[in-house]
C-alpha cells in the first residue's frame, strides 16, 4: 500500500535562511511526486511535481524538490525563505500503475518564516 | 480562468440529514476529484471522475456516500443519514485530462459540520 509521511508537524525558519520541509514516501512501483501549498481559508495549490527525469525539479515560487530513489524522499526546500512561505505544505504520491490515480497526502507540515 | 468552484462554502446539518456538496470544475477538464480532510490531516481520496463515470470509488467510506458528474462537468457529492464524525472539509480537484501524470487543480473547499 502506498504511504507517505511528513515527519515534522512545523518547521520554523528565519526570513533569508534555507528551508527544508521533508517527505518519505513508500510505494510498490514507480512513484509520482507532488507538493501542494495550502494558505488559510484558500484551496490547496500546486508547487511542483516529479515524475521522471531530472531528480531535482523546480517549481513556483522559487521551491524545489529533490526526489531521491534510495532513500524514498522528496524533501522541499528553498534557498532563501519569505515571511509569505508560512502556511502548510503537503506532500503526495501516486502509486503507479498499481495505485491508478488515487492520490495519497501527508499529514501536511506548518511552515512559520519570521521576520 | 476561473478556477474550481464548490457550494456552498459553509455547511451545518444536523445528525441524520441528508446533504449535497457542489462541485464546478475549471472548464474543459474531463477529470474531477473528490477528497475528504479532517482537521490536522491531509486530504484523503474519496472518489475520481472521468467524464461522467466514476473511474475510481475505492475511497468512498460506505454507502451513505455517493457523488454523481452526470454531464460530464458539475458534481455533486451526496451524503445520506450525516453523522458527526462526517464533519470536515470536502475538497473537490480537477485536472486537464485524468491521467496519472495531471496536476490536480483544487477548489476551497465545503466545511461540513454535522450537529
Redesign the interface.
Known sequence: AQS?AQPEDQVNVAEGNPLTVKCTYSVSGNP?L?W?VQYP??????LL?Y?TGDNLVKGSYGFEAEFNKSQTSFHLKKPSALVSDSALY?C?V?D??TG?????????TRLFVKA | GA??SQTPSNKVTEKGKYVELRCDPISGHT?L?W?RQSL??????LI?FQGTGA??D??LPNDRFFAVRPEGSVSTLKIQRTERGDSAVY?C?SSPQ?G??D???????TRLTVL
Not at chain 1, 481559508?41 to 500546486?46: D, I, K, T, Y
Not at chain 2, 490536522?40 to 481520496?45: A, K, L, S, T
Open positions: 507517505v509520482y507532488f501542494y481559508n484558500r484551496g490547496l495549490q500546486f511535481k515524475i503537503f503526495a501516486r503507479v500503475p491508478g490515480f488515487k492520490t495519497i497526502f501527508g499529514a501536511g | 478556477g474550481v477529470a476529484y477528497y490536522g490531516q491531509g486530504p484523503e481520496f475520481y473511474a475510481d475505492s475511497g475538497l480537484a485524468g496519472s501524470t496536476t490536480q487543480y483544487f477548489g476551497p473547499g
